[in-house]
Structure formats: structure tokens, C-alpha cells
């Protein structure tokens, strides 16, 4: 079977053709210009994102292991799907 696609590209290819379409987008005159709220906003978002595996890792840690294993059963189980017929 063959990578096929835009993501099985390298990823200087794949600059390229998104610098192309920026281009374009630009010139025709529907590419979307940031405002600094926007541009702030997004990192805003982008940040609390890229940060929050981390603050969950600490927050475990923090948790006496017999309570971790009691909320993981408890997590576990409520996305457990049942026959209907059971």
C-alpha cells in the first residue's frame, strides 16, 4: 500500500504548496488577516493547549495512588458500553 496525500509528503514539499496557497489567497483577496487580539487570542489558546498534559501530570502526581487507581476505575467503567439485550 502507498502514503498518499498531502501528509505523506516531506515537509518541504508540503511548504511549498501551503506558501502557494497563501499567495494566492492573499491576491485574490479572501486570505484572513489577523488582528492582534486575534493573533493573541490564538496564543493565548495555543499555550494553555500545549501546557495542559503537563499541568494533568503534575495535578496526578499529587494524588495518593490508591485514589488515582479508584477515579481510573471509576472513568473506566462509565465509558463502558453495555449490550442492549444485557
Known sequence: MFARG???MDRSKQR???SK???AAHLKGTAHEW???EAREAGRKGGMASHR???QEIAQEQ?????RVEAMNRDTLHHLSW???F
Do not use: C, L, N, W
Not at 494524588?63 to 485514589?67: A, L, N
Open 6 to 8: 498531502f501528509a505523506s
Open 16 to 18: 511549498k504548496i501551503a
Open 21 to 23: 496557497g497563501g499567495r
Open 35 to 37: 488582528t492582534s487580539e
Open 53 to 55: 498534559t503537563h499541568q
Open 63 to 67: 494524588v495518593p495512588e490508591d485514589q
Open 83 to 85: 449490550p442492549s439485550d
